[in-house]
T-cell receptor, first 114, second 111 residues
Framework: AQSVSQHNHHVILSEAASLELGCNYS??????LFWYVQYPGQHLQLLLK??????LVKGIKGFEAEFIKSKFSFNLRKPSVQWSDTAEYFC????????????FGSGTRLSIRP | DTEVTQTPKHLVMGMTNKKSLKCEQH?????MYWYKQKAKKPPELMFV???????INESVPSRFSPECPNSSLLNLHLHALQPEDSALYLC??????????FGPGTRLTVL
């Protein structure tokens, strides 16, 4: 069965610091990978996605993620965070053969100190 | 229109009540989903409708009953819920069964 691990439960950074949130998945076949963000009191929004092609994908708000197949990882990065990036971040994986099921990781809460 | 709307935003109900949650999208998406999200937890898939037919039921108790009247609407009928069913209920839709667009959710409290 597919699973997604996010090892950082709560990350606290100062503004302008660089960010990397870890995401590992377990599935041996072809996968689609996503990062979703949930700002306080708001709904889940897609930050970026990887289906195929260039393993370095760029998303909204300056976020990017790199798919490393050999490590089963899809880490999220941002070179310089802002206070407004305070949110819950979810990594998710979908195997195209699994009939539209998306499996979410447990989430990482990001707190940015102004 | 590129959003998923959900009503009501908040719902408080007793354990003997019957209520319904509604979800609507006008993006022409053919798949729609119900998720349950507890505080500080990821969304958990409940149901998937594909082309208006129920394709996935994640062993959800029968006190939750989904309905897809047409390709734009998705309902979740609630009856005899328990306090532990209190959560944020999220609706989502997708065109290609992969990228999903989420609504703002209905915050449900069961007394």
């Amino acid at each position: 069965a597919q699973s997604v691990s996010q090892h950082n439960h709560h990350v606290i950074l100062s503004e302008a610091a660089s960010l990397e949130l870890g995401c590992n998945y377990s599935y041996g076949g072809t996968v689609n990978l996503f990062w979703y963000v949930q700002y306080p009191g708001q709904h889940l929004q897609l930050l970026l996605k990887y289906f195929s092609g260039d393993p370095l994908v760029k998303g909204i708000k300056g976020f990017e993620a790199e798919f490393i197949k050999s490590k089963f990882s899809f880490n999220l990065r941002k070179p310089s965070v802002q206070w407004s990036d305070t949110a819950e971040y979810f990594c998710a994986v979908n195997a195209p053969s699994s009939a539209s099921k998306i499996i979410f990781g447990s989430g990482t809460r990001l707190s940015i100190r102004p | 229109d590129t959003e998923v709307t959900q009503t009501p935003k908040h719902l408080v109900m007793g354990m003997t009540n019957k209520k319904s949650l509604k979800c609507e999208q006008h993006m022409g998406h053919r798949a729609m989903y119900w998720y349950k999200q507890k505080a500080k937890k990821p969304p958990e898939l409940m149901f998937v409708y594909s082309y208006e037919k129920l394709s996935i039921n994640e062993s959800v108790p029968s006190r939750f009953s989904p309905e897809c009247p047409n390709s734009s609407l998705l309902n979740l009928h609630l009856h005899a819920l328990q306090p532990e069913d209190s959560a944020l209920y999220l609706c989502a839709s997708s065109q290609d069964l992969n990228e999903q667009f989420f609504g703002p959710g209905t915050r449900l409290t069961v007394l």
